[in-house]
């Protein structure tokens, strides 16, 4: 079966680049999507098409992709960026859709 | 501005049946499918399924099929998540979220209904 692999947790220090990784095979073949979930809310959507940014998101979030590999930075990370971060896509007949397992940001 | 309002927390006792919602506003709803995604306590994201509301057509997640039903009103501009015998395992919030209308994405997000099963 098809699985995205992010890992567990990240820690970075408030300034640093946090950078969270998502692997799976069919990433070369579907676009790749993150999101943010602060404790307590609801996700929200961070980067799609792998590198876009929607409205209204922080220049500080980026997204890229490489074979089956894709990444979200975050650049000069906040105290308000600690969140749960989840890649998603999809498989590759375009039939069902994927979560990550999440990661978990420390902003030490 | 576009909004999904789900309906409010439930508690439920094992082996009962829940029908739980999750209405649209601020866009055409027929248009745009909606998913269903689970969260148990402490847990990440799962997606369950999906339905396009114009014709009701339904995929599930294997890990899904047969456990819940998806349906929607497009009359009312509602989608429904149900059960017909909860278990303890069902113990999660419950997520609704509007697909993208030409990408495999989630832009919209409804707050999210806590469904508590315990006997």
């Known amino acids: 079966s098809y699985e995205l692999t992010q890992p567990p947790s990240v820690s970075v220090s408030p300034g640093q680049t946090a950078r969270i990784t998502c692997s799976g095979d069919?990433?070369?073949?579907?676009?790749a999507y993150w999101y943010q979930q602060r404790p307590g809310q609801a996700p929200v959507l961070l980067i799609y098409?792998?590198?876009e940014r929607p409205s209204g998101i922080p220049e500080r979030f980026s997204g890229s992709s490489s074979g089956t590999t894709v990444t979200l930075t975050i650049s000069g990370v906040q105290a308000e960026d600690e969140a749960d971060y989840y890649c998603?896509?999809?498989?590759?007949?375009?039939?069902?859709?994927?979560f990550g397992g999440g990661t978990k940001l420390t902003v030490l | 501005e576009v909004q999904l309002v789900q309906s409010g927390a439930e508690v439920k006792k094992p082996g009962e049946s829940l029908k739980i919602s999750c209405k649209g506003s601020?866009?055409?709803?027929?248009?745009?499918?909606i998913g269903w995604v689970r969260q148990m306590p402490g847990k990440g994201l799962e997606w369950m399924g999906i339905i396009y509301p114009d014709d009701s057509d339904t995929t599930y997640s294997p890990s899904f099929q047969g456990q819940v039903a998806i349906s929607a009103d497009k009359s009312i501009s509602t989608a429904y998540l149900q059960w017909s015998s909860l278990q303890a395992s069902d113990t999660a919030i419950y997520y609704c979220a509007r697909r993208s209308l030409t990408l495999i994405f989630f832009d919209s997000w409804g707050q999210g209904t806590l469904v508590t099963v315990s006997s």
């Open positions: 998603q896509s999809a498989d590759s007949s375009a039939t069902y859709v994927l």
């Open positions: 601020g866009y055409s709803f027929p248009s745009y499918s």
């Open positions: 069919a990433l070369p073949k579907q676009f």
């Open positions: 098409k792998d590198t």
